[in-house]
């Protein structure tokens, strides 16, 4: 197994993750540990939110560029690693904080 | 004229001649054809006379027969004409027979009679001449028609007339014949005129349809980054082209290449989220240890301020991998570039449980799992991490063996390691300690180990260079053996630690308890040698400020500290700590502050300018008494320490305010540069230091003087 898909085993097991998504750069999932629809709208949307914000680092500075997007919710946070190139993948975390 | 017998009438003049033949068939089959032929052209309704005779159906298929004959009905039968030879009228028997029912005058002329000759020369002339003779021909055929159901005699006469008419046309033109000059006509009569009507195609209207091709809207915005996108995309294909051109030999070579990382790209799809699912699994922790983050960052323990001296040590994240639970920690490092990261050396104490090894890198913001990870086969017992070089890690192993680990290269095993053939130690390494890099700018790093060696250990190229530094050996330099041979009794090297400012400086100290001052340049002698301990000296450091101060634990439960320029071989300072110390430390931030682990799980944190007979934080930090502590490490930057156990846990904890005590900061020296701040800094713990030396003599003094 490779050392990717070890950390993200380790993620995937983490006290209060509840998904872990790899998709591609049109919001297309490529693995998942979550049904089926949900990881389908999750990340479709956040896909579209990654361009936007994307989109508006750029916009402020060409030279700059979005790296990670973290997104605080009522419910939970969701973590989305956003490669930059048209081949990068996606990577999107849905945790629950503290379930203790 | 009319050849048909039947009571019909006048129908139109066309269909009647049809009708006239096709008398004997059925009228409807007639009426059919007519139906097919003309069915355009004619009403179908039949047009008829009022007074037409009714005939019954059985009248109307009457057949009647009639022979057409060629003569002449209308024809005189007796005429007669006056006989000037037999003086009397006789009947001509011969009868002209002949009916004209209709005549006309054509206009052509062959163009060699002479008519037509005058014609051409006529001219213009000509023109109206015929013009007028067609109109004369038009009245004739009128006439013609009209005279046509009429007697025979009155057709002859017409015929007649006709002749006068064509006798009368030809003279007129005659006279301007001779006027007009001749002039050949260009092919009169010598063509034809030829045409044929073809069929008329029915028109037809074919179409079909092709399948639409695909269509798509596609609208964009372009965006101002895009656009600084494609100019660089643009101005990089361009580098490469240049590159290219200077090198045109390698193109195979790039091609092989280019093949190569298509491969790589297809066989891992998502290794392209190896650094963000690095990154999210930091995120992760961050977010489940968020409090103990917080803690490590912002808790300041309120109650010290009513504990008068005392401190305590917060308990923060605890270090732990399941395949070193069974590891002592041997030795813990932070790295001196990074902050938050240290490395964890396991091995084992215990002589007769020796296994494998680990070195483990972890850093603080990713409590569970190590970041780095090494297995060895022997057990780890030191490590250090290369001053400048971070990614650089020394160990020394169980087996004797040193071994340089780079975590750049991602490889399971050390780059460097030495051998029985590259002298290797004897006995375990007890210590190892980079240095500064030798003329030849080579990497290089002394070990230290129970074999008596002290090694100096030089990384050149892809080996490793040993050389002997000092062999350890104890004073009374032989020793009786019970047979009264003699045997050469060496010692045993435990620890080492390097003078902060002098370079060639170091002290060792042994298993016997000694602690020898060294120098790199004399490789026989010691400087200086102290009998610290009864036990072995497990650790040896120097003061970070002061340059004469150093201090020793042992496991003969005491914490010493020495002054070089003590005069005495005493210490300045003993504390018993009621267990075997493993591990003591200076605090990099105090010239006066340290901090010992013992055996009983219990950390030592004394601050001689507050106590200097008391430790000001005695603390257990192990879940279970069993548990030993073995290591101790500061933090550089933050106020915490990590402590390391036997059972392959570390520990990190947050010291509380009271035992990090810094001086106050004089009004105005905010602005004063880094550089000054750090030597008033030093000057101020020196003077710490010697003001608390002053103090401990002077009562020595005093008894002297008593004496």
């Known amino acids: ?100 | 004229m009319p050849t048909k017998g039947t009571a019909r009438g006048k129908a139109p003049p066309g269909a009647d001649k049809r009708k006239a033949k096709t008398i004997k068939d059925d009228d409807t089959i007639t009426e059919l054809r007519e139906d097919l032929d003309d069915d355009w052209t004619q009403p179908k309704q039949l047009v008829k006379p009022d007074d037409q005779l009714q005939l019954s159906e059985a009248e109307l298929k009457e057949e009647f027969t009639r022979i057409l004959t060629a003569n002449n009905p209308h024809a005189p039968q007796n005429i007669v004409r006056y006989s000037f030879k037999d003086l009397q009228y006789k009947q001509t028997s011969s009868v002209d027979q002949l009916a004209i029912h209709f005549a006309l005058d054509g206009n052509l002329i062959h163009k060699d009679s002479d008519e037509a000759r005058r014609q051409l020369a006529r001219g213009e002339q000509g023109v109206e001449v015929v013009s007028e003779h067609q109109s004369e021909a038009g009245d004739v055929e009128k006439a013609d028609t009209g005279t046509d159901t009429e007697g025979g005699e009155k057709a002859e006469g017409e015929s007649g007339k006709e002749g006068d008419g064509a006798e009368d046309g030809a003279p007129t033109p005659a006279p301007a014949a001779g006027s007009s000059s001749e002039k050949k006509l260009t092919n009169q009569f010598n063509f034809s005129e030829r045409a044929s009507q073809t069929y008329n195609n029915p028109l037809r209207e074919r179409g079909t349809t092709t399948e639409p091709p695909p269509r798509a809207t596609y609208s964009s915005n372009v965006t101002q980054w895009e656009i600084y996108d494609a100019y660089q995309e643009d101005f990089e294909k361009q580098e490469k082209s240049k590159e290219k051109k200077v090198v045109p030999g390698r193109k195979d070579e790039e091609t092989k290449r280019k093949k190569l990382t298509i491969v790589d790209s297809q066989s891992d799809d998502i290794s392209s989220v190896a650094r963000g699912a690095k990154i999210i699994e930091r995120m992760v922790n961050q977010n489940t240890y968020d409090d103990v983050a917080q803690d490590f960052k912002y808790y300041e323990d309120q109650s010290d301020e009513y504990r008068d001296q005392e401190g305590t040590l917060l308990p923060l994240w605890k270090f732990s991998y399941e395949k070193a639970k069974k590891l002592a920690v041997t030795s813990l490092c932070w790295s001196p570039c990074y902050t938050d990261v240290f490395a964890v050396g396991h091995g084992s104490y215990d002589f007769m449980k020796q296994s494998n090894g680990m070195i483990l890198f972890y850093t603080l913001k990713n409590p569970s799992y190590p970041e780095y990870m090494y297995q060895t086969d022997s057990g780890v017992m030191c490590l250090d991490i290369h001053p400048t070089q971070p990614y650089l890690v020394a160990a020394g192993f169980y087996d004797g063996c040193v071994g340089v680990f780079n975590i750049h290269e991602n490889k399971g095993g050390p780059i460097y390691l030495s051998t029985a053939k590259t002298g290797k130690h004897t006995d375990p390494v007890w210590q190892v300690r980079w240095q500064k890099e030798d003329l030849d700018n080579n990497l290089n790093f002394f070990s230290v180990s129970s074999d008596g060696r002290i090694t100096a250990w030089t990384l050149i190229k892809n080996e490793l260079h040993y050389m002997d530094v000092i062999q350890l050996n104890t004073n009374d330099l032989l020793a009786d053996a019970v047979d009264g041979s003699q045997l050469a009794t060496t010692g045993a090297g435990m620890s080492f630690d390097f003078h902060k400012q002098n370079d060639y400086l170091f002290l060792v100290g042994t298993e016997e308890g000694k602690v020898h001052v060294c120098s790199k340049m004399y490789s026989s002698t010691f400087l200086d040698t102290y009998n610290a301990h009864h036990m072995a000296v497990y650790r040896v450091a120097w003061n970070h400020y002061h340059p004469r101060i150093f201090i020793t634990c042992s496991a003969d439960w005491s914490v010493k500290i020495w002054d070089r320029t003590n005069s005495k071989p005493e210490p300045v300072f003993t504390f018993d700590l009621n267990s075997a110390v493993g591990d003591v430390a200076w605090a990099p931030y105090s010239s006066t502050v340290f901090a010992a682990v013992t055996t009983d799980g219990k950390v030592h944190v004394y601050d001689l300018n507050v106590n200097k007979y008391e430790a000001i934080c005695e603390q257990l930090v192990t879940p279970k008494k069993k548990t030993k502590l073995t290591h101790i490490s500061f933090n550089t930057e933050y106020p915490v320490i990590i402590v390391g156990d036997d059972r392959g846990y570390v520990t990190c904890l947050k010291l509380s305010p009271n035992l990090r005590k810094m001086p106050k900061e004089k009004k105005g020296t905010e602005q004063v540069k880094p550089e000054e701040k750090a030597a008033q800094k030093l000057e101020f713990e020196v003077n710490k230091m010697e003001k608390l030396l002053a103090m401990v003599r002077q009562p020595d003094n005093k008894e002297k003087e008593k004496h």
């Open chain 1, 1 to 100: 197994m490779s050392e990717v898909e070890e950390t993200l085993k380790r993620i995937q097991n983490h006290q209060g993750v509840v998904g872990v998504i790899v998709s591609n750069s049109e919001g297309i999932a490529n693995r998942t540990n979550i049904d089926n629809s949900t990881t389908v709208q999750c990340s479709s949307q956040f896909s579209k939110l990654c361009k936007l914000a994307r989109n508006c680092i750029r916009e402020l500075d060409p030279e700059n560029d979005l790296t990670f997007l973290r997104v605080r919710t009522k419910k939970n946070e969701v973590m989305c690693a956003a490669g930059s190139g048209p081949d990068d993948h996606m990577l999107l975390v849905i945790q629950s904080p503290s379930e203790n």
